[in-house]
């Protein structure tokens, strides 16, 4: 049986500090560290890692926000900001409409699902409400066909006034199919010509004549799961952790190791293909006007002071767990199981101060007479094997 302390303990976790919906690294110790894969910028030494790459416009790299040109001049790295991306009122030399900027982004795409999170500053102006700066951190999707195409996810985005300003983010991805589907405005559609929000949803779409289900030029929508504002003090005054914890079926958004949205078992989260990452500075297309705010003496700078990744143990997903007693719960070896059973022999008793965080792809059953007394963290989660 589960005693009535058991119950109790559920209402514990339910505001204990770590990240509610999913519980994040490194609290978890199922997640484990891809350091080949992650950055701390601080430590670089002022050279920037062989995983990236500083993207260039004169050489063919894209501008993705509109107003920004890359230029890789305009990327450096200290050991106090870590990685600099600064713009000023400079325009590109290959691209005279363009400002120079400053992006990185991954070399591969080599990165599934896992827990993605940056350290970082965003640009802004107190007082200021133009659309302006568009500091992001993303990932890059790309491998599928027309029909199952994602472009990105968004972890860091700013949307809005507000937001471009430096106050706030916006959290969501991109989802681009060949029709819009049923229950929705325009459904069958593979040629909308419209650009509307509905239902939390923008579309957009394109020319019929270009479309082709082996390419991404079809009517579009973008989950946008949450958006998050905060004028005092604003973002752009400090360091934030901004994060997702993305799997088969859900995706977690994270500031600061605080759950800001949650989806569960969408049809349309992106599968696990491989995708890059991406950190830019990018420029919003409305109402910049750079002259009046920045000058080449006077720049703008987003930092970000590391980028972290990590992926859950699944190596022992095809095994099922048994604990019978408090040693073998306290011996036991972090990964995601099958199913996991905790029958014990006698009672046992969890410690007040340990954290126990127990993943499993089909149940979690406790048998017995089990104690889990107030100050222990026991996390019992339902976790796809990816």
């Given at each position: 049986?589960?005693?009535?302390?058991?119950?109790?303990?559920?209402?514990?976790?339910?505001f204990?500090?770590?990240?509610?919906?999913?519980?994040?690294?490194?609290?978890?110790?199922?997640?484990?560290?891809?350091?080949?894969?992650?950055?701390?910028?601080?430590?670089?030494?002022?050279?920037?890692?062989?995983?990236?790459?500083?993207?260039?416009?004169?050489?063919?790299?894209?501008?993705?926000?509109?107003?920004?040109?890359?230029?890789?001049?305009?990327?450096?790295?200290?050991?106090?900001?870590?990685?600099?991306?600064?713009v000023?009122?400079?325009?590109?030399?290959?691209?005279?409409?363009?400002?120079?900027?400053?992006?990185?982004?991954?070399?591969?795409?080599?990165?599934?699902?896992?827990?993605?999170?940056?350290?970082?500053?965003?640009?802004?102006?107190?007082?200021?409400?133009?659309?302006?700066?568009?500091?992001?951190?993303?990932?890059?999707?790309?491998g599928?066909?027309?029909?199952?195409?994602?472009?990105?996810?968004?972890?860091?985005?700013?949307?809005?006034?507000?937001?471009?300003?430096g106050?706030?983010?916006?959290?969501?991805?991109?989802?681009?199919?060949?029709?819009?589907?049923?229950?929705?405005?325009?459904?069958?559609?593979?040629?909308?010509?419209?650009?509307?929000?509905?239902?939390g949803?923008?579309?957009?779409?394109?020319?019929?004549?270009?479309?082709?289900?082996?390419?991404?030029?079809?009517?579009?929508?973008?989950?946008?799961?949450?958006?998050?504002?905060?004028?005092?003090?604003?973002?752009?005054?400090?360091?934030?952790?901004?994060?997702?914890?993305?799997?088969?079926?859900?995706?977690?958004?994270?500031?600061?190791?605080s759950?800001?949205?949650?989806?569960?078992?969408?049809?349309?989260?992106?599968?696990d293909?491989?995708?890059?990452?991406?950190?830019?500075?990018?420029?919003?297309?409305n109402?910049?006007?750079?002259?009046?705010?920045?000058?080449?003496?006077?720049?703008?700078?987003?930092?970000?002071?590391?980028?972290?990744?990590?992926?859950?143990n699944?190596?022992?997903?095809?095994?099922?767990?048994?604990?019978?007693?408090?040693?073998?719960?306290?011996?036991?070896?972090?990964?995601?199981?099958?199913?996991?059973?905790?029958?014990?022999?006698?009672?046992?008793?969890?410690?007040?101060?340990?954290?126990?965080f127990?993943?499993?792809?089909?149940?979690?059953?406790?048998?017995?007479?089990?104690?889990?007394?107030?100050?222990?963290?026991?996390?019992l989660?339902?976790?796809?094997?990816?």
């Amino acid at each position: 049986m589960i005693t009535r302390r058991f119950f109790y303990l559920l209402t514990v976790i339910a505001f204990s500090p770590f990240c509610s919906f999913g519980q994040c690294p490194p609290a978890d110790p199922n997640w484990q560290y891809q350091k080949a894969k992650s950055d701390s910028f601080v430590n670089d030494n002022g050279v920037l890692k062989s995983i990236w790459f500083k993207e260039d416009r004169c050489a063919g790299n894209p501008s993705f926000g509109g107003g920004e040109g890359y230029n890789p001049a305009y990327v450096s790295l200290n050991n106090t900001n870590g990685l600099v991306l600064k713009v000023d009122s400079t325009k590109l030399s290959c691209y005279p409409s363009y400002f120079n900027s400053g992006g990185i982004s991954t070399n591969l795409y080599n990165y599934k699902y896992g827990y993605y999170e940056a350290y970082i500053q965003t640009p802004g102006e107190p007082g200021t409400t133009n659309l302006k700066y568009y500091p992001t951190f993303w990932n890059g999707i790309g491998g599928e066909t027309c029909d199952t195409f994602h472009t990105e996810i968004d972890i860091l985005e700013p949307n809005g006034a507000g937001q471009y300003s430096g106050i706030g983010n916006t959290y969501g991805y991109w989802h681009y199919m060949g029709h819009i589907p049923s229950g929705y405005p325009d459904a069958g559609e593979d040629s909308c010509s419209i650009y509307h929000y509905n239902n939390g949803k923008w579309y957009h779409g394109c020319d019929s004549s270009s479309y082709n289900p082996n390419n991404y030029c079809a009517c579009a929508e973008k989950y946008i799961q949450a958006s998050y504002t905060r004028s005092s003090p604003p973002l752009y005054q400090g360091y934030h952790k901004y994060a997702v914890e993305w799997n088969t079926n859900k995706m977690v958004f994270y500031l600061d190791d605080s759950a800001v949205s949650q989806t569960y078992n969408q049809p349309y989260l992106p599968s696990d293909t491989n995708v890059s990452v991406l950190i830019n500075f990018q420029l919003s297309t409305n109402n910049f006007s750079p002259n009046s705010i920045i000058s080449p003496s006077h720049p703008v700078y987003m930092y970000a002071k590391y980028f972290n990744y990590y992926t859950l143990n699944t190596t022992y997903c095809g095994t099922a767990a048994l604990l019978t007693s408090l040693s073998a719960i306290n011996s036991f070896v972090w990964g995601v199981r099958s199913s996991i059973t905790i029958t014990p022999s006698s009672s046992i008793t969890l410690g007040s101060t340990s954290s126990y965080f127990f993943r499993a792809v089909n149940s979690v059953a406790i048998n017995g007479t089990f104690y889990a007394p107030k100050g222990c963290v026991l996390a019992l989660l339902p976790t796809a094997c990816n």
